[in-house]
């Protein structure tokens, strides 16, 4: 028994090693065929790239946690349970080092990447002036989302830092509601996913174009929510 658990850890940190090591590839190539794409066809760097360029910086220590907590057993490790209690050993606390970490920096990647899409809707559609208008409506609404969440996380146990860490039932008892505040940041993060992706179809459907090639544009664009 002791065999099949110390077989499946090493699994499960080899899986996220390779994983990690995967999207930061494909995250560092998705960058640079942009650039590229840019120069080749002298377009010029918009705004919507600098955001991409910035969110990629915020993808790549995400993955850089989820490497450095691996590969240190952070995430991969078992904690002994007594009580349906995680033990608060010192993997434990690890362990919870490294989420905070993750959780406050995802807020800023999501953020950005979001603001990114935005602004090239700005420049694929922005001489549509109402449409123009409601980019930056949405532009104001995903700062404000964005920032609420980091600083909502970054200060859950005010500035007692190490709270963070805490063992849980110290934790729940001292700080902010972190599974709420998870299930609210989830729901509205998918929320303004799809109210993002949808803002340029009603315009692609008033172009004078064939209802085949209409839908295959659509389809193009719906392809950003995978």
């Known amino acids: 028994m ?52 910035s969110a990629s ?11 450095g907590g691996t590969i240190k057993g952070a995430y991969t490790g078992h904690s002994p349970i007594v009580n349906d209690r995680p033990v608060a050993t010192e993997l434990e606390h690890l362990s919870l080092k490294y989420k905070y970490g993750f959780q406050i920096t995802e807020k800023v990647a999501v953020g950005l990447i979001k ?30 989302w964005s920032s609420s969440f980091f600083f909502a996380t970054l200060f859950q146990c005010g500035t007692n830092w190490v709270w963070n860490w805490a063992p849980i039932d110290f934790f729940k008892t001292h700080c902010t509601n972190n599974t709420t505040m998870v299930t609210f940041f989830i729901a509205t993060d998918i929320l303004t996913d799809l109210m993002i992706m949808f803002m340029p179809i009603p315009i692609i459907w008033k172009l004078h174009m064939p209802r085949r090639k209409k839908a295959g544009v659509t389809g193009i664009f719906m392809l950003g929510l995978l």
Do not use: H
């Open 115 to 144: 603001l990114s899409i935005l602004f090239l809707w700005r420049r694929i559609f922005g001489t549509v002036r109402s449409f123009a208008a409601s980019c930056w409506v949405m532009i104001g609404v995903i700062v404000a």
């Open 57 to 67: 910086v915020f993808v790549l220590a995400l993955n850089a946690n989820v490497l």
């Open 2 to 53: 002791g065999y099949y658990a110390q077989m499946t850890e090493v699994n499960d940190a080899f899986g996220l090693k390779c994983m990690t090591v995967f999207f930061c590839s494909l995250t560092i190539l998705s960058v640079i065929l942009r650039f590229y794409a840019r120069r080749l066809t002298r377009a010029g760097l918009g705004l919507d790239d600098w955001f991409a360029f």
